[in-house]
């Protein structure tokens, strides 16, 4: 089993990169600062931000390989185990990059909603690939977070500090809507597929085995994380992927409806439920009537 490497720490990730310790929770690295280095399995228990600016090797996260190349922006949230794959060959990091421990952020704005910003749980042909404009703008959040570390601590620190982390993660909540529209050709014929996926499981009998049918299976099905994948659904079609999900079963079990060879019950079973009563409460939701006063309907 492969040794993996553990940080848990912004001292110890400071340590690996030849960094001095600023502060206990935050760190802006420089990597060409860093010794040449073996790549190996990571593990961090850390939020990490980095503008790489060379390319290593093949990065992964889980079994999946990142879309990785120079220009890119990956982020990675505390305990992901990161790999990269660069056949054991000895290579100099060249890039930028914050880290900052959850503690930094608990009681603050960020930490509030830091779950909104779902590109650190994107992992496949998904990372953020940034024009010279953008790097730019993101070399400055890096610059200003600096500035403040290299001052002396006094009560606006924490504040500041925090702040233009979120400045960053909302600049990249930016580009990432841009990556969505300028890589169409990436996107083209997902949500195509999406709808071919879904047709295909409720003509099969997966329901009846598996249940109905969940944002993660239908992301893990087409190669993508579950957040991209919902983020990129919504992009495209105004509503969250469960919701499409909701309204494709609605058109499937309106068409069931009229079997007079099937009871209620059996069709919700079909579909992939387990009760009848949620079935119907699921149906009325949506539809404005129960199955029984839809079938009578007509």
Do not use: W
């Not at 790999?83 to 054991?88: E, K, T």
């Not at 909302?170 to 597929?193: A, M, P, S, W």
């Not at 069931?256 to 099937?262: A, G, L, S, T």
């Amino acid at each position: 089993m492969d040794e993996i490497q553990k940080f848990e720490t912004v001292s110890q990730y400071n340590a690996y990169n030849n960094h001095e310790t600023l502060h206990p929770l935050v760190t802006v690295v420089d990597f060409s600062k860093a010794d040449p280095r073996y790549l190996k399995k990571t593990y961090f228990g850390l939020y990490l931000v980095l503008l790489k600016e060379v390319n290593c090797g093949d990065l992964r996260y889980g079994k999946q390989t990142y879309d990785y190349q120079e220009g890119t922006l990956i982020f990675v949230a505390p305990g992901q185990v990161i790999s990269i794959d660069n056949n054991n060959q000895l290579y100099h990091p060249k890039g930028h990059g914050i880290a900052f421990h959850p503690d930094l952020i608990k009681g603050t704005s960020l930490g509030k909603h830091i779950d909104l910003y779902s590109f650190f749980s994107y992992n496949v042909n998904e990372a953020l690939h940034v024009s010279e404009r953008e790097r730019k703008m993101v070399m400055d959040c890096f610059s200003k977070i600096s500035y403040e570390l290299e001052m002396n601590v006094d009560n606006h620190s924490k504040k500041l500090i925090t702040s233009n982390i979120e400045l960053l993660l909302n600049y990249c909540d930016r580009f990432y809507d841009r990556q969505f529209i300028t890589r169409d050709n990436v996107h083209k014929g997902i949500l195509e597929r999406f709808e071919t996926l879904l047709n295909a499981y409720f003509s099969s009998d997966k329901p009846e085995t598996i249940g109905l049918p969940s944002v993660a299976y239908c992301a893990d099905e087409l190669n993508l994380s579950s957040n991209y994948f919902g983020d990129l659904i919504k992009r495209e079609t105004g509503k969250s992927a469960h919701e499409f999900i909701q309204l494709k079963l609605i058109t499937v079990a309106k068409e069931r409806i009229f079997d007079p060879n099937k009871s209620l019950s059996q069709i919700a079973f079909d579909l992939g439920f387990k009760y009848p009563q949620h079935f119907t409460r699921v149906f009325k939701q949506h539809v404005g009537v129960s199955p029984k006063e839809y079938r009578n309907l007509n």
